[in-house]
C-alpha cells in the first residue's frame, strides 16, 4: 500500500477561522512533510518531520503550525491565514534513512484551500 | 545548495510516438538520488522513476526510461510509446539527504500534452 491519505480535500476559510489539515500513511514510513504548491509552480517545501520530531522548517510563518501526533499522522494547524496562502497543500512521506540514502517521497492527493 | 533547470515549459507529443523531457541540475554532492514525478490535471503527485547517482546503469519504468549524464549534470527522461493519460505536468526533483529524511529540489517543470 503506497497511499497517502489527505482530508479535507477543499476548505475555505475566513482570515479569521483556525482549521487543520489531516494527512495519514500506513507505509511505515518515519519521514513525513508539509509542501505548499501554487498553481503551475512546484512544490515549496513547508516543514519535515523525521521519526516524529520536526527536523525542518522552511521559514514557514507561525500562523502555519504542523504537529505530527504519531508516526502515521501529521496534522497542520491553520490560524490567522492570509488571501496569499490560498494553495494546494500537498503532504509526502518517505522512508527515512541516516546512511545517506534519499528515499522517493509518496505524496497524497492534496487539500485545496481557499483563503477569504 | 542545489538547483535543478527544466528548460522546456511545455511539450507536445502524438499518441504512440516518443519524447525527451530536458532536466539539469547542479550539485557539489557526489552521492545524491533524482527522480521524475508526473502531477495530472488531478493534481495527485506521481513518482514517475528514480535514479541514484552511483549508478552508472539508467533507470527504466515500462515506457518511461532516463538518460543520465553525471558529468553533464543531466537527467532526461524518455517516454515511449506515448498515451493520453501520460498528459500531465513533469517534475524533475534533486533528492538529498539531510540527516534522517529526504529533501527534495524541484526544477519548474515541462506540461506535457498528449494528441490523438
Known amino acids: 500500500d503506497t497511499e497517502v491519505t489527505q482530508t479535507p480535500k477543499h476548505l475555505v476559510m475566513g482570515m479569521t477561522n483556525k482549521k487543520s489539515l489531516k494527512c495519514e500513511q500506513h507505509?511505515?514510513?518515519?519521514?513525513m512533510y508539509w509542501y505548499k504548491q501554487k498553481a503551475k509552480k512546484p512544490p515549496e517545501l513547508m516543514f519535515v518531520?523525521?521519526?516524529?520530531?520536526?527536523?525542518i522548517n522552511e521559514s514557514v510563518p507561525s500562523r502555519f503550525s504542523p504537529e505530527c501526533p504519531n508516526s502515521s499522522l501529521l496534522n497542520l494547524h491553520l490560524h490567522a491565514l492570509q488571501p496569499e496562502d490560498s494553495a494546494l497543500y500537498l503532504c509526502a512521506s518517505s522512508r527515512s534513512s541516516g546512511t545517506g540514502k534519499s528515499y522517493e517521497q509518496y505524496f497524497g492527493p492534496g487539500t485545496r484551500l481557499t483563503v477569504t | 545548495a542545489q538547483t535543478v533547470t527544466q528548460s522546456q515549459p511545455e511539450m507536445s507529443v502524438q499518441e504512440a510516438e516518443t519524447v525527451t523531457l530536458s532536466c539539469t541540475y547542479d550539485?557539489?554532492?557526489?552521492?545524491?538520488?533524482l527522480f521524475w514525478y508526473k502531477q495530472p490535471p488531478s493534481r495527485q503527485m506521481i513518482l514517475v522513476i528514480r535514479q541514484e547517482a552511483y549508478k552508472q546503469q539508467n533507470a527504466t519504468e515500462n515506457r518511461f526510461s532516463v538518460n543520465f549524464q553525471k558529468a553533464a549534470k543531466s537527467f532526461s527522461l524518455k517516454i515511449s510509446d506515448s498515451q493520453l493519460g501520460d498528459a500531465a505536468m513533469y517534475f524533475c526533483a534533486y533528492g538529498s539527504n539531510t540527516g534522517t529524511a529526504s529533501k527534495l529540489t524541484f526544477g519548474t517543470g515541462t506540461r506535457l500534452q498528449v494528441t490523438l
Open positions: 507505509m511505515g514510513h518515519r519521514a
Open positions: 518531520y523525521s521519526y516524529e520530531k520536526l527536523s
Open positions: 550539485t557539489s554532492e557526489s552521492d545524491y538520488y
